[in-house]
């Protein structure tokens, strides 16, 4: 069965410092791949999505993302964080264009002041 | 643009009780879904549809039914609550590539 692992429950990191959230996922097909950002008691919105073509994936607020197929991998990046970027991030993918998102856990970033 | 609406935002209800949480919404999308979020889990699908006419279950359907008699409207019927379902829940409307969230509804049963 497909599945989405994000590594981390939560990240505390400076404000200003750079951050990295992890995402695997397994899966031996094609693969849409996603990161969804939820702010306290707000709903869901993309971050950036990787479809085809450039593994390097620029999305909202400075984040960014590499695919790794190999490493069946799809980690976030931020150069450097800021106490709005406190929130909740969701990796997630589709299989095969069908729609249905497979999610991970979550992972909380907590920007320390 | 209102994309995704949903209502109500938050809702108590007692054990054995019975609701609908309306789901609405205005880009002509085929496939829209419902999800519960809960700490430590993720989304959880519980029912999604395909179309109008068509529903089919998710990961986590038991005690939830849908319906979907317009392209529009996609409500989820809690047939009688149980503390087990007091969560936070999600409708998406749904492109290939792209999901579109409403911004939830908090339920609690007690």
């Known amino acids: 069965a497909q599945s989405v692992t994000q590594l981390d429950s939560q990240v505390p990191v400076f404000e200003e410092a750079p951050v990295e959230l992890r995402c695997n996922y397994s899966?031996?097909?094609?693969?849409?791949l996603f990161w969804y950002v939820q702010y306290p008691n707000q709903g869901l919105q993309l971050l950036l999505k990787?479809?085809?073509?450039s593994t390097l994936v620029k999305g909202i607020n400075g984040f960014e993302a590499e695919f790794n197929k190999s490493q069946t991998s799809f980690h976030l990046r931020k150069p450097s964080v800021h106490i709005s970027d406190t929130a909740e991030y969701f990796c997630?993918?589709?299989?095969?264009?069908?729609?249905?998102?497979?999610w991970g856990a979550g992972t909380k970033l907590i920007i320390k002041p | 643009n209102a994309g995704v609406t949903q209502t109500p935002k938050f809702q108590v209800l007692k054990t054995g009780q019975s609701m609908t949480l309306q789901c609405a919404q205005d880009?002509?999308?085929?496939?829209m879904s419902w999800y519960r979020q809960d700490p430590g889990m993720g989304l959880r699908l519980i029912h999604y549809?395909?179309?109008?006419?068509?529903?089919d279950q998710g990961e986590v359907p038991n005690g939830y039914n849908v319906s979907r008699s317009t392209t529009e409207d996609f409500p989820l019927r809690l047939l009688s609550a149980a503390p087990s379902q007091t969560s936070v829940y999600f409708c998406?409307?749904?492109?290939?590539?792209?999901?579109?969230f409403g911004q939830g509804t908090r339920l609690t049963v007690v």
């Open positions: 998406a409307s749904s492109t290939e590539t792209e999901a579109f």
């Open positions: 880009m002509n999308h085929e496939y």
């Open positions: 549809s395909v179309g109008a006419g068509i529903t």
């Open positions: 899966s031996s097909v094609s693969v849409y």
């Open positions: 990787y479809l085809s073509g």
């Open positions: 997630a993918v589709i299989r095969d264009s069908n729609y249905q998102l497979i």
